[in-house]
Nanobody, 121 residues
Framework: QVQLVESGGGLVQAGGSLRLSCAAS????????MGWFRQAPGKEREFVAA????????YYRDSVKGRFTISRDNAKNTAYLQMNSLKPEDTAVYYC??????????????WGQGTQVTVSS
């Protein structure tokens, strides 16, 4: 079982940037795909981005393509989400998960407490 801790959230104006980090401990980090998800109040947790453990291939939800970049450093057991050109609709608690990959939250585990991202207009 891998355990994850998210950090790096905060309050930023529209158009600004944030870099989220996801630190992993436990089982071999590099064996998992890493996914970032977000959850706004009253809404379900939704897929944001994911990156393969082996090839480094990444994929994104349409609304963040060209603005967000997911990356990972297996040597540091850490995944990242660089978020640029932030919009108020990006406001949510962001979570990272480890799993076999895909865009469905139930395929991931090891969720941390999340990190709040608030984008003001």
């Amino acid at each position: 079982q891998v355990q994850l801790v998210e950090s790096g959230g905060g309050l930023v104006q529209a158009g600004g940037s944030l870099r989220l980090s996801c630190a992993a401990s436990g089982r071999t980090f590099s064996s998992y795909a890493m996914g970032w998800f977000r959850q706004a109040p009253g809404k379900e947790r939704e897929f944001v981005a994911a990156i393969s453990w082996s090839t480094g291939a990444s994929y994104y939800r349409d609304s963040v393509k060209g603005r967000f970049t997911i990356s990972r450093d297996n040597a540091k057991n850490t995944a990242y989400l660089q978020m640029n050109s932030l919009k108020p609709e990006d406001t949510a608690v962001y979570y990272c998960g480890a799993g076999p990959g895909g865009t469905v939250a139930s395929r991931y585990g090891g969720w941390g407490q999340g990190t709040q991202v608030t984008v003001s207009s």
